[in-house]
């Protein structure tokens, strides 16, 4: 499975942006799309991730409420929009697949990942 992401970009605190990640290659073994992030210094870390099937979703407790991940089955394509955007969300992200069921929080977990694209919210 090859991942695209992109839609990142510089916006001020309290704006929004829309991410995308287009999946190709093996994609009927997607079993999950998540996203994470990775700020300077940190690990990375989760964001949200949705059941490619079923359509299941979960969130870090950080951005619940502000971030929402769909998906277009169709377009193989996993969205994150991110609303009421924190200088603390300033962040390269990651999409990524896993294959198999289980935890969906750890990085490690995750079989496939894609270039990263970056998100820098301004105060």
């Known amino acids: 499975v090859q991942l695209q992401a992109s839609g990142g970009g510089l916006v001020q605190a309290g704006g929004s942006l829309k991410l995308s990640c287009t999946a190709s290659?093996?994609?009927?073994?997607?079993?999950?799309m998540g996203w994470f992030r990775q700020a300077p210094g940190k690990e990375r870390e989760f964001v949200a991730a949705m059941e490619w099937s079923g359509g299941g979703t979960w969130y870090d407790d950080s951005v619940k409420g502000r971030f929402t991940i769909s998906r277009d089955n169709a377009k193989n394509t996993v969205y994150l929009q991110m609303n009421s955007l924190k200088p603390e969300d300033t962040a390269v992200y990651y999409c990524a697949v896993k294959e198999y069921s289980g935890t969906y929080y750890h990085a490690s977990r995750y079989d496939y990942w894609g270039q990263g694209t970056q998100v820098t919210v301004s105060s």
């Open positions: 290659g093996r994609t009927r073994s997607m079993y999950v």
